[in-house]
Nanobody, 130 residues
Framework: EAQLVESGGGLVQAGGSLRLSCMIS????????IGWFRQAPGKGREGVSC????????WYADSVKGRLTISSDSAKNTVFLQMDSLRPEDTGVYTC???????????????????????WGQGNQVTVSS
């Protein structure tokens, strides 16, 4: 079973940056899509970005386009989420997860569905102060 370990969250002022990392072990990294979901207090999970490792295809939610960048390092079995120009509404628990559904499918549907994803990390708190 895949093990996902996230790091890099914390407290930042609005306009600042954070970089989240998701290292995945016991896993055939290149065959999957890795996604990031976030959950704000009192709200449901929202898919913010995903990357299909084999071809580098990505997808971003409209709310984060131009501010978040997802990337991967296959040698380290790690996916990164660079978050710039952060806003208070970006506050939440960010969780990485794996899927066999490609980013192209997310592009077609305009959303990442939690039902597409199987293994999940423990979540990492990101707090953006105003």
């Amino acid at each position: 079973e895949a093990q996902l370990v996230e790091s890099g969250g914390g407290l930042v002022q609005a306009g600042g940056s954070l970089r989240l990392s998701c290292m995945i072990s016991a896993f055939t990294f290149d065959k999957y899509t890795i996604g990031w979901f976030r959950q704000a207090p009192g709200k449901g999970r929202e898919g913010v970005s995903c990357i299909t490792i084999s071809d580098g295809t990505t997808w971003y939610a409209d709310s984060v386009k131009g501010r978040l960048t997802i990337s991967s390092d296959s040698a380290k079995n790690t996916v990164f989420l660079q978050m710039d120009s952060l806003r208070p509404e970006d506050t939440g628990v960010y969780t990485c997860t794996t899927s066999l559904v490609t980013s192209t499918t997310a592009q077609e549907f305009g959303v990442m569905r939690t039902s597409w994803y199987d293994f999940w990390g423990q979540g990492n708190q990101v707090t953006v102060s105003s």
